[in-house]
């Protein structure tokens, strides 16, 4: 990714000015061609921890590194000149302490080329947030069904439901008022997120939250088919690329067997013979 190429690219306070506009696109990528397909289309591509689940077979986010998110960031960054890119801060690189995520976050973003983080939690990573952003660290909060927390919550539930609807809500105020310059809202019910979304001055960009936020994210493996371990209610598949795959492999398999691949437009002609110089 070089300077120029990045010039387009919106920053976190024209996405924060989007409040209330034009829904704000966004699809998590993890490697270049994903990227190169989704540049002209998204405005946000973020680098989601999803990658550890959908790309290593992980059986949660918990285990992805920052080794694995500087090299997909790495990736995602040179399909990218138009969409803002956005990286998530993996489990553990931040919870300990506002140096830790400072230290972390603007290695991923030095490393990546990314403009801004995310990061998980509402109330308890306000200050978090303020401190990273105070010093020249875009935001991006995520707050309801928090996948880094998945051991704590005790499954990926709805959450905000009943009493924690008040919960959900002051995490919202806490981040918006922390600097965060936008929210992801994941798997919360449709009227909280619609309340949530007219009662703070930042986007929220739901998944699994309601047509009435801000934005709209989606993890592209899940909405291309892709990932078939399970699909989310919330996710809407726009195509079946995983079946596509499955049967073209299959097709080259058959034809390996029967030895109708390579076919002669895939081979190479032998060197024409030398003529003997005459004697
Ligand atoms: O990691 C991810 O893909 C995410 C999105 C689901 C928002 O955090």
């Given at each position: 990714m070089s300077a120029t190429a990045r010039q387009t690219a919106p920053m976190p306070v024209d996405i924060k000015s989007r409040k209330g506009g034009e829904?704000?696109?966004?699809?998590?990528?993890?490697?270049?061609?994903?990227?190169?397909?989704?540049?002209?289309?998204?405005?946000?591509?973020?680098?989601?921890?999803?990658?550890?689940?959908?790309?290593?077979?992980?059986?949660?986010?918990?285990?992805?590194?920052?080794?694995?998110?500087?090299?997909?960031?790495r990736a995602v960054s040179r399909g990218l000149s138009r969409a803002m890119m956005v990286i998530d801060m993996p489990f553990g690189s931040y919870e300990q302490s506002s140096e830790q995520a400072f230290e972390n976050a603007a290695q991923l973003m030095r490393e990546t080329g990314a403009g801004a983080v995310k990061l998980e939690g509402g109330q308890h990573m306000a200050q978090t947030i303020e401190f990273l952003v105070q010093r020249g660290i875009?935001?991006?909060?995520?707050?309801?069904?928090?996948?880094?927390?998945?051991?704590?919550?005790?499954?990926?539930?709805?959450?905000?439901?009943?009493?924690?609807?008040?919960?959900?809500?002051?995490?919202?105020?806490?981040?918006?008022?922390?600097?965060?310059?936008?929210?992801?809202?994941?798997k919360t019910p449709q009227g909280l997120s619609d309340e949530i979304t007219a009662s703070i001055d930042i986007p929220t960009i739901g998944i699994g939250a309601s047509a009435g936020c801000d934005g709209q994210i989606l993890v592209v493996d899940d909405m291309l088919g892709l990932f078939t371990a399970f699909k989310a209610k919330?996710?809407?598949?726009?195509?079946?690329?995983?079946?596509?795959?499955?049967?073209?492999?299959?097709?080259?398999?058959?034809?390996?067997?029967?030895?109708?691949?390579?076919?002669?437009?895939?081979?190479?002609?032998?060197?024409?013979?030398?003529?003997?110089?005459?004697?």
């Open positions: 829904p704000i696109v966004s699809l998590t990528a993890y490697t270049t061609p994903m990227a190169q397909m989704m540049d002209a289309h998204c405005d946000i591509v973020l680098v989601g921890d999803s990658v550890g689940m959908v790309l290593h077979g992980l059986p949660s986010t918990l285990e992805v590194t920052m080794e694995m998110m500087i090299l997909h960031g875009p935001v991006m909060a995520h707050i309801g069904l928090t996948p880094q927390s998945i051991n704590t919550l005790g499954g990926y539930k709805v959450q905000g439901r009943g009493p924690q609807a008040e919960v959900l809500m002051q995490d919202a105020k806490a981040v918006a008022a922390a600097g965060a310059f936008s929210v992801v809202l994941e919330f996710v809407k598949r726009y195509a079946d690329l995983g079946d596509l795959g499955e049967a073209a492999i299959a097709a080259y398999a058959a034809d390996v067997r029967a030895r109708r691949f390579p076919g002669p437009e895939h081979v190479f002609a032998d060197a024409a013979p030398k003529v003997k110089a005459a004697q």
